[in-house]
């Protein structure tokens, strides 16, 4: 079991940025690769960005790419999300996600992660 808990959403105006945290507590964090997702009301949860257990590699949606950056502190068991320039577009709940994968493999599909954090709220507006 892995539990997942994130944290540093908010309300922001647009342009403006913000980090997300998501802690992890359980089994030993490296093992997983971890991902982010984000739901907007009425829509279906999306993938954002992933990274591998070793964070080596990382993956982005097209509609965030060169904006977020995605990383990792394994002896801290954290996974980030930074967000810059953002746009009321990116205003949803966002989650956390955990799987066990190898080396380098970014997971990007909502069925392979077996983890999920409670999410936090991201509200860009002016």
């Known amino acids: 079991q892995v539990q997942l808990v994130e944290s540093g959403g908010g309300l922001v105006q647009p342009g403006g940025s913000l980090r997300l945290s998501c802690a992890a507590s359980?089994?030993?964090?490296?093992?997983?690769?971890m991902g982010w997702f984000r739901q907007a009301p009425g829509k279906e949860r999306e993938f954002v960005a992933g990274i591998s257990r070793s964070g080596v590699s990382t993956y982005y949606a097209d509609s965030v790419k060169g904006r977020f950056t995605i990383s990792r502190d394994n002896t801290k068991n954290t996974v980030y999300l930074q967000m810059n320039s953002l746009k009321p577009e990116d205003t949803a709940a966002y989650f956390c996600a955990a799987v066990q994968r190898s080396y380098r493999v970014v997971v990007t599909t909502i069925k392979e992660y077996d983890y999920w954090g409670q999410g936090t709220q991201v509200t860009v507006s002016s």
């Open positions: 359980g089994r030993t964090f490296s093992a997983y690769a």
